[in-house]
């Protein structure tokens, strides 16, 4: 891998009525992923065996881990717990970083 600096925000473009996926880094440890949601959006609830680090990047969405339902919107960062239920519903367009750890 080499050393460059990018715009998190270019990596990914928006498709209409779409959700696209960019993984950035995949290592044994874990992944980051960017990802750019179209307005009405989403991933519907699921859960994953690792803990996940959330930053958006542009937009706002409304993030649900266990039932518990949060707004965010660029800069905030939010933690989805490994094996809690979540969803994420794009409010408008909306693109996050994912930082997936995976624990030994």
Same mark, same amino acid.
């Given at each position: 891998?080499?050393?460059?600096?990018?715009?998190?925000?270019?990596?990914?473009?928006?498709?209409?009525?779409?959700?696209?996926?960019?993984?950035?880094?995949?290592?044994?440890?874990?992944?980051?992923? *960017?990802?750019?949601?179209?307005? !009405?959006?989403?991933? +519907?609830? #699921?859960? =994953?065996?690792?803990?996940?680090?959330?930053? @958006?990047?542009?937009?706002?969405?409304?993030?649900?881990?266990?039932?518990?339902?949060?707004?965010?919107?660029?800069?905030? *960062?939010?933690?989805?717990?490994? !094996?809690?239920?979540? +969803?994420? #519903?794009? =409010?408008?367009?909306?693109?996050?970083?994912? @930082?997936?750890?995976?624990?030994?």
């Amino acid at each position: 891998m080499e050393s460059r600096v990018s715009a998190a925000t270019e990596m990914i473009d928006y498709q209409e009525g779409s959700v696209v996926s960019r993984e950035v880094i995949k290592k044994e440890a874990g992944t980051v992923t *960017i990802f750019a949601f179209d307005k !009405g959006q989403g991933l +519907s609830e #699921h859960t =994953a065996p690792f803990d996940a680090f959330v930053h @958006v990047l542009e937009g706002e969405a409304e993030i649900t881990v266990a039932g518990e339902r949060s707004s965010v919107k660029s800069g905030d *960062i939010m933690i989805m717990p490994a !094996g809690k239920p979540h +969803s994420v #519903h794009a =409010a408008r367009r909306f693109k996050m970083m994912l @930082v997936m750890i995976r624990s030994v």
